[in-house]
Nanobody, 124 residues
Framework: VQLVESGGGLVQPGGSLRLSCAASGRTFRHYASAWFRQAPGKGREFVAGISWNGIQYYSDSVRGRFTISRDNALNTVHLQMNNVIPEDTAVYYC???????????????????WGQGTQVTVSS
């Protein structure tokens, strides 16, 4: 199973960015998937997740600004980031559970497959 993120880059405060995660070797729709991020000097933190049956969940820091979605036809998960702030600067990772139809969790230990990460920098 391989997860490949794309869409990171430099964006100004208040701007928008869309991250994508494409999977090969595993179908997203039967498993929980999530986005995590890790800022310099900090631990990896949960950002947003979507369960196998489409339930979305967000961390308090991004709720109302970020939206996670899944395209079953393309086997891709997206993270739409709006109204970004400097504190959103981090490497963003896509993650996929290994247990079919298990409920979504915010704990990174549940996720078995990880992408290589994509850098998001919010700066003017």
């Amino acid at each position: 199973v391989q997860l490949v993120e794309s869409g990171g880059g430099l964006v100004q405060p208040g701007g928008s960015l869309r991250l994508s995660c494409a999977a090969s070797g595993r179908t997203f729709r039967h498993y929980a998937s999530a986005w995590f991020r890790q800022a310099p000097g900090k631990g990896r933190e949960f950002v947003a997740g979507i369960s196998w049956n489409g339930i979305q969940y967000y961390s308090d820091s991004v709720r109302g600004r970020f939206t996670i979605s899944r395209d079953n036809a393309l086997n891709t998960v997206h993270l739409q980031m709006n109204n970004v702030i400097p504190e959103d600067t981090a490497v963003y990772y896509c993650a996929l559970d290994n247990e079919r139809t298990r409920q979504l969790t915010t704990y990174s230990s549940q996720y078995y497959f990880w992408g290589q990460g994509t850098q998001v920098t919010v700066s003017s």
